[in-house]
């Protein structure tokens, strides 16, 4: 058996099969789409896309030689390797097998004249690179090396598992892509609906590290692993421009985001691993690629706040795939560094230019590249080649993440886009290069070609050589002289990385570089100092030193970056250098990389924090500290003390700073017993007028057990002649506090225009026998917000859901006057008869999965049929009364054009041109719940059933997401704690609509315009 064997892999390299046979041979290529739905031709498609003046869309490979391609990678010989996903179909097909190809196209004409298949043994294959003889995939649970030392194309051995413990449950947010560093490293990416704990596979799981939405790193022959980044929703493109700085293109809550190593950014849902970050990084781009506000008469699209309510014209929707920074050398220079992306609604190419602006990038729009004019269009990945011009993949279907309409498997293209300008091609570039073929002095020389690929390729192959033991004297020679003599910035910042890589420099000649006149040098001294495990103390006291006059924004940024690298104990020499920069104190960025560089060492030293609290110039320095600091009052009480002493030293604005940090570590906690000490040095700030400092003292104060304190906020609160913020901010403090015996009050406000509402909220904290049927007897001449937060405090208990559910009967309330998310939170309080007056008075509150899908027939034929004209009954959509359905039924937890609730995702950026799409998320949304999302039952000591979804938890308080609002509970008044299946986002939303309801609700959510209110004319 081992002889035939060896005998079919010399046949297999003798004779590689024909295109022909190992097509018929594909039997994964299975379609799951409706019978009678499939894209045009691949040439057809081609001929459809629009791309600006002197370029050109040819098709290089389509079906059926390329099938559902993934992700792709070009060779050192300028080959074209391909991973074909056909496990993928919302979830993943283990039954199927997905294949890596490999394309070339030997005599330059744009079109693959030779295929073969590499491997066709994997499963749930995103991503591809090749490099240190072998292949390299991602394939969850691992990152596979699958050796091919000899470059003959057929696998040496079964892959090899380098890293494992990637999530396999993450679905579209699975690990995914890799591309080399400019360090030698290898980057991939990783969504967010499911953690991960990852490592080599002889690391114990407890020594793994944990992760879900980030960028990550492998060193391939130090074999370590880290995460560089946190945050975002579903990275899927990463790339870095001339200097070395990587971008990621994200999906649903913004699509660019430089990468800060060690940052923290904004997320879909959920909170960053670490409670006591406080607040996370904002967004690169400053603009969407969706109208966010709906202002036709606003066309600046310099403010991401601003836009024309047109939304194809801001870039089709909120899904990308792929990011490119081209540095081809053929393109024309407008071209250059600038960021491309794929948009999946939008069928369509993006593109933002990236500027530098206070300490990173800010990326502004560009004229969208390219439109496919095909709805199959699905690109996934674009990178440029070896001659300049560009590949896109193609994963050509009608669906995307969220869709259950199938799976269009035979089905996939690659297109070649090509530049046909007044262009004379570089020098040196190959429809054929050899670069595995050449010397290390060749590849030194290639780092001063016009055409990155061939810098990095070469790059990479000199890390290669040098870690095959090559000699690389000659080539570290004439890379020191490259790095001393060349003018340009971006050909000394090749040198140093290629000299880094291949081992060649000392930590001593790297620190001479933080003297250098370039800044984007001493930045790359400081990351490469920041990364070596010699001497952190010399390191730590070089990096402090340069900090204190550094003049670069963007170097200090790094230099902040740099602290996470450090030992905590060695981090304040740097912290308290960058700090007294106030010029940064405003960039949405700088002050928080410092705050995630020096929060593990303020526990450890909490003297040197409260000095770095009053030294600082960064406000927000001063409240994070202040913030980590009061939180342990429980332990360490003098904390407090010393804040409060340090605040009485100090001016207005800083005192605020320590006031906020100590009532945000307070907030949630219902009351704390207070030193003698303490109330005197609070007391000082409170004024008879409510300001921001009076206000967080009396916050304070109330957590403290201040009866004075509390005793004013109730008379403020009572006071319809006072301030209608200052009333609502004394409610809201009494309410957080908890504060005994204010039934009284909270009622007799419950008909105030100001506080009313909040006041009816309130009640649901109190149970009271006489509470329901008063709430009752007014709802039916309630006004303002007063009728919803009625419903929301009959649903909060047991009892009170009775009477509720009585008013139901005796039609007092009506079915469409509570919300589904509502109907569900009276479903969770698990009385067996209360469920079933719901049922039988509002209805089926969780279908079987029968039902949701003659549910989803039902509406589909609704909503998709065409009646003639002459059928006077037939249900006619009105965008203007759907808007009105919009705004009761979705807007409490959505946004569309700039108006709703941020709870759940923006819908205008979403597939919403697809009925498929809306009913599947109307009328089965928890089928898909990422972990993160999915809610708790909360029984607490007073009664209440609280469901939403966890936010933040740290010693003390949970804080939970809920249908409609942040709410924070002690930890202590938390019963019972119960993880449900099911998303925030409730069932039986379309149960109580009319079918011409639901017809304009439709309307509306496919509409391309906000819907304007009336112009009034003067009288």
């Given at each position: 058996?081992?002889?035939?064997?060896?005998l079919?892999?010399?046949?297999?390299?003798?004779?590689?099969?024909s295109?022909?046979?190992?097509?018929?041979?594909?039997?994964?290529?299975?379609?799951?789409?409706?019978?009678?739905?499939?894209p045009?031709?691949?040439?057809?498609?081609?001929t459809?896309?629009?791309?600006?003046e002197?370029?050109?869309?040819t098709?290089?490979?389509?079906?059926?030689?390329?099938h559902?391609?993934?992700a792709?990678?070009?060779?050192?010989?300028?080959?074209?390797w391909?991973?074909?996903?056909?496990?993928?179909?919302?979830?993943?097909?283990?039954?199927?097998?997905?294949?890596i190809l490999?394309?070339e196209d030997?005599?330059?004409?744009?079109k693959?004249?030779?295929?073969?298949?590499?491997?066709?043994?994997?499963?749930?294959?995103?991503?591809i690179?090749?490099?240190?003889?072998?292949?390299?995939?991602?394939?969850?649970p691992?990152l596979l090396?699958?050796?091919d030392?000899?470059?003959n194309?057929?696998?040496?051995s079964?892959p090899?598992?380098?890293?494992a413990?990637f999530s396999?449950?993450?679905?579209?947010?699975?690990?995914?892509?890799?591309r080399?560093?400019?360090?030698?490293?290898l980057y991939?990416?990783h969504?967010?609906?499911?953690?991960?704990?990852?490592g080599?596979?002889?690391?114990?799981?407890?020594?793994?590290t944990?992760?879900?939405?980030?960028?990550?790193?492998?060193?391939?022959?130090?074999?370590?692993?880290?995460v560089?980044?946190?945050g975002?929703?579903?990275?899927?493109?990463?790339?870095?421009?001339?200097?070395?700085?990587w971008?990621?293109?994200?999906?649903?809550?913004?699509?660019l985001?430089?990468?800060?190593?060690g940052?923290?950014?904004?997320?879909?849902?959920?909170?960053?691993?670490?409670p006591?970050?406080?607040?996370?990084?904002?967004?690169?781009?400053d603009?969407?690629?969706?109208?966010?506000?709906?202002?036709?008469e606003?066309?600046?699209n310099?403010?991401?706040?601003?836009?024309?309510?047109?939304?194809?014209?801001h870039?089709?929707?909120?899904?990308?795939?792929?990011?490119m920074?081209?540095?081809g050398?053929?393109?024309?220079?407008?071209?250059?560094g600038t960021?491309?992306?794929?948009?999946?609604?939008?069928?369509?190419?993006?593109?933002?230019?990236?500027n530098?602006?206070g300490?990173g990038?800010r990326?502004?729009?560009?004229a969208d590249?390219?439109?496919?004019?095909?709805p199959?269009?699905r690109g996934?990945?674009?990178?440029?080649?070896?001659d300049?011009?560009?590949?896109?993949?193609?994963?050509?279907?009608?669906?995307?993440c969220?869709?259950?309409d199938?799976?269009?498997?035979?089905?996939?293209?690659?297109?070649?886009?090509?530049?046909?300008g007044?262009?004379e091609?570089?020098?040196g570039?190959?429809?054929?290069?050899?670069?595995?073929?050449?010397?290390?002095?060749?590849?030194?020389?290639?780092?001063?070609?016009?055409?990155?690929?061939?810098?990095r390729?070469?790059?990479?192959?000199?890390?290669?050589?040098?870690?095959?033991g090559?000699?690389?004297?000659?080539?570290?020679?004439?890379?020191?002289?490259?790095?001393e003599s060349?003018p340009?910035t971006?050909?000394?910042?090749?040198?140093?990385?290629?000299?880094?890589?291949?081992n060649?420099?000392s930590?001593?000649?790297v620190?001479?570089?933080?003297?250098?006149?370039?800044?984007h040098?001493?930045?790359?001294?400081?990351?490469?100092?920041?990364?070596?495990?010699?001497?952190?103390?010399?390191?730590?006291?070089?990096?402090?030193?340069?900090?204190?006059?550094?003049?670069?924004?963007?170097?200090?940024?790094y230099?902040?970056?740099a602290?996470?690298?450090?030992?905590?104990?060695?981090?304040?020499?740097?912290a308290?250098?960058?700090?007294?920069h106030?010029?940064?104190?405003?960039?949405?960025?700088q002050?928080?990389?410092?705050?995630?560089?020096i929060e593990?060492?303020?526990?450890?030293?909490p003297?040197?924090?409260?000095?770095?609290?009053?030294?600082?110039l960064?406000?927000?320095?001063?409240?994070?500290?202040?913030?980590?600091?009061?939180?342990?009052i429980?332990?360490?009480?003098?904390?407090?003390?010393k804040?409060?002493?340090?605040?009485?030293?100090?001016?207005?604005?800083?005192?605020?700073?320590?006031?906020?940090?100590?009532?945000?570590?307070l907030?949630?906690?219902?009351?704390?017993a207070?030193?003698?000490?303490?109330?005197?040095?609070?007391?000082?700030?409170q004024?008879?007028q409510?300001n921001?400092r009076?206000?967080?003292a009396?916050?304070?104060?109330?957590?403290?057990?201040?009866?004075?304190t509390?005793?004013?906020?109730l008379?403020?609160?009572?006071?319809?002649?006072?301030?209608?913020?200052?009333?609502?901010?004394?409610?809201?403090?009494?309410?957080?506090?908890?504060a005994?015996?204010?039934?009284?009050?909270?009622?007799?406000?419950?008909?105030?225009?100001?506080?009313?509402?909040e006041?009816?909220?309130?009640?649901a904290?109190?149970?009271?026998?006489?509470v329901p049927?008063?709430?009752i007897?007014?709802?039916?001449n309630?006004?303002h917000?007063?009728?919803?937060?009625?419903?929301?405090?009959l649903?909060?208990?047991?009892?009170?859901?009775?009477?509720?559910?009585?008013?139901?009967?005796?039609?007092?309330?009506?079915?469409?006057?509570?919300?589904a998310?509502?109907?569900?939170?009276?479903?969770?309080?698990?009385?067996p008869?209360?469920?079933?007056?719901?049922?039988?008075?509002w209805?089926?509150?969780?279908?079987?999965?029968?039902?949701?899908?003659?549910?989803?027939q039902?509406?589909?034929?609704l909503?998709t049929?065409v009646?003639?004209?002459?059928?006077?009954?037939?249900?006619?959509?009105?965008?203007?009364s759907?808007?009105?359905v919009?705004?009761k039924s979705?807007a409490?937890c959505?946004?569309m054009?700039g108006?709703?609730?941020?709870?759940?995702p923006?819908?205008?950026?979403?597939?919403?041109?697809?009925v498929?799409?809306?009913?599947?998320?109307?009328?089965?949304?928890?089928?898909?719940?990422?972990?993160?999302?999915?809610?708790?039952?909360?029984?607490?000591?007073?009664?209440?059933?609280?469901?939403?979804?966890?936010?933040?938890?740290?010693?003390?308080t949970?804080?939970?997401?809920?249908a409609?609002?942040?709410?924070?509970?002690?930890?202590?008044?938390?019963?019972?704690?119960?993880?449900q299946?099911?998303?925030?986002?409730?069932?039986?939303?379309?149960?109580?609509?009319s079918?011409?309801?639901?017809?304009?609700?439709?309307?509306?959510l496919?509409?391309?315009?906000?819907?304007?209110?009336?112009?009034?004319t003067?009288?």
């Amino acid at each position: 058996m081992c002889r035939f064997h060896h005998l079919f892999l010399i046949l297999a390299v003798l004779h590689p099969l024909s295109a022909k046979s190992q097509i018929a041979s594909n039997i994964n290529a299975i379609n799951t789409q409706a019978a009678g739905e499939h894209p045009p031709t691949p040439t057809a498609s081609a001929t459809k896309m629009a791309v600006p003046e002197g370029f050109a869309v040819t098709l290089f490979a389509g079906e059926p030689s390329v099938h559902q391609p993934i992700a792709m990678e070009i060779d050192d010989r300028g080959r074209l390797w391909v991973v074909e996903c056909y496990t993928y179909e919302g979830n993943y097909d283990l039954k199927l097998y997905d294949r890596i190809l490999i394309f070339e196209d030997s005599d330059g004409d744009g079109k693959f004249d030779r295929r073969q298949v590499f491997w066709d043994e994997g499963q749930r294959l995103t991503g591809i690179t090749l490099g240190f003889g072998g292949v390299w995939v991602t394939s969850a649970p691992n990152l596979l090396f699958i050796p091919d030392r000899d470059q003959n194309d057929v696998p040496d051995s079964e892959p090899v598992v380098v890293l494992a413990g990637f999530s396999t449950r993450a679905r579209h947010n699975m690990v995914n892509g890799l591309r080399w560093g400019p360090d030698g490293w290898l980057y991939g990416r990783h969504g967010i609906t499911d953690s991960s704990m990852v490592g080599t596979p002889n690391t114990p799981l407890g020594k793994r590290t944990r992760l879900n939405c980030s960028i990550w790193r492998y060193h391939p022959t130090q074999k370590v692993f880290e995460v560089v980044t946190h945050g975002t929703t579903n990275p899927w493109g990463l790339d870095y421009n001339d200097h070395g700085q990587w971008f990621f293109t994200n999906n649903v809550i913004n699509h660019l985001w430089h990468v800060i190593p060690g940052a923290h950014y904004q997320r879909m849902f959920g909170d960053d691993f670490n409670p006591n970050l406080y607040a996370l990084i904002p967004p690169t781009a400053d603009h969407f690629h969706w109208d966010t506000l709906g202002n036709p008469e606003v066309t600046d699209n310099s403010n991401r706040k601003k836009y024309d309510g047109r939304h194809d014209s801001h870039g089709g929707g909120h899904s990308h795939a792929g990011a490119m920074i081209y540095l081809g050398g053929k393109w024309p220079q407008e071209y250059r560094g600038t960021i491309f992306m794929c948009n999946t609604h939008g069928r369509r190419v993006n593109r933002d230019r990236l500027n530098r602006e206070g300490n990173g990038y800010r990326g502004s729009h560009e004229a969208d590249f390219l439109l496919a004019n095909d709805p199959w269009f699905r690109g996934v990945e674009m990178k440029y080649g070896p001659d300049g011009d560009v590949y896109l993949t193609d994963w050509s279907d009608l669906g995307e993440c969220h869709d259950r309409d199938g799976v269009h498997r035979t089905s996939g293209r690659i297109y070649k886009i090509i530049y046909n300008g007044n262009h004379e091609s570089a020098s040196g570039t190959s429809q054929t290069p050899q670069i595995n073929l050449a010397s290390p002095t060749e590849l030194v020389e290639l780092q001063l070609h016009s055409n990155d690929w061939y810098v990095r390729h070469a790059r990479r192959r000199l890390q290669e050589l040098a870690t095959e033991g090559v000699n690389m004297d000659l080539a570290t020679s004439r890379l020191l002289s490259m790095f001393e003599s060349h003018p340009k910035t971006t050909r000394k910042l090749r040198a140093l990385w290629c000299l880094a890589s291949i081992n060649a420099v000392s930590n001593v000649w790297v620190i001479r570089q933080l003297g250098h006149p370039d800044e984007h040098v001493r930045l790359w001294a400081v990351q490469l100092l920041a990364q070596s495990t010699e001497d952190p103390s010399t390191i730590a006291e070089e990096l402090a030193s340069i900090a204190v006059d550094e003049p670069s924004p963007l170097v200090r940024l790094y230099l902040a970056s740099a602290m996470q690298k450090l030992p905590p104990y060695l981090r304040w020499g740097l912290a308290t250098a960058l700090v007294q920069h106030s010029q940064d104190a405003d960039d949405p960025a700088q002050p928080l990389m410092i705050w995630y560089g020096i929060e593990p060492a303020v526990s450890l030293n909490p003297s040197r924090a409260l000095a770095l609290a009053k030294s600082t110039l960064f406000p927000i320095i001063r409240r994070h500290v202040s913030r980590l600091l009061a939180s342990k009052i429980d332990k360490s009480p003098e904390h407090i003390t010393k804040l409060l002493q340090a605040a009485s030293q100090t001016n207005t604005t800083a005192v605020q700073d320590y006031l906020h940090g100590i009532a945000a570590a307070l907030r949630g906690r219902r009351k704390i017993a207070a030193l003698p000490a303490w109330l005197p040095l609070i007391k000082q700030h409170q004024t008879p007028q409510s300001n921001p400092r009076s206000d967080l003292a009396s916050e304070i104060l109330v957590v403290f057990g201040d009866g004075r304190t509390i005793e004013s906020l109730l008379e403020t609160a009572r006071n319809r002649e006072a301030d209608p913020t200052a009333r609502r901010q004394a409610l809201r403090v009494i309410l957080d506090s908890g504060a005994d015996g204010i039934e009284k009050t909270l009622l007799s406000l419950r008909s105030d225009r100001i506080i009313g509402a909040e006041a009816i909220r309130g009640l649901a904290q109190y149970p009271a026998a006489n509470v329901p049927r008063q709430l009752i007897n007014m709802y039916p001449n309630a006004k303002h917000d007063h009728r919803p937060a009625i419903i929301y405090t009959l649903a909060s208990r047991p009892s009170y859901a009775t009477h509720l559910l009585d008013a139901l009967a005796e039609g007092t309330v009506t079915p469409s006057d509570i919300p589904a998310g509502t109907a569900s939170r009276i479903a969770n309080l698990g009385d067996p008869k209360l469920n079933e007056r719901l049922a039988q008075h509002w209805g089926s509150v969780r279908a079987t999965s029968a039902e949701k899908e003659r549910s989803i027939q039902h509406y589909r034929s609704l909503l998709t049929s065409v009646p003639p004209k002459s059928d006077t009954s037939a249900f006619r959509p009105n965008v203007i009364s759907g808007h009105k359905v919009f705004q009761k039924s979705c807007a409490n937890c959505h946004r569309m054009f700039g108006e709703g609730s941020e709870i759940g995702p923006d819908l205008t950026g979403s597939n919403r041109d697809s009925v498929e799409y809306l009913l599947d998320n109307i009328i089965d949304p928890s089928r898909i719940v990422p972990r993160g999302m999915r809610q708790v039952l909360l029984l607490l000591d007073d009664g209440r059933i609280i469901t939403g979804v966890p936010i933040r938890e740290d010693d003390h308080t949970l804080t939970i997401q809920t249908a409609d609002r942040l709410k924070t509970f002690e930890i202590i008044a938390v019963q019972r704690r119960e993880q449900q299946e099911t998303s925030l986002m409730p069932e039986g939303l379309l149960e109580n609509l009319s079918s011409q309801e639901v017809v304009d609700l439709f309307a509306f959510l496919q509409s391309s315009l906000p819907i304007r209110k009336p112009l009034t004319t003067a009288k």
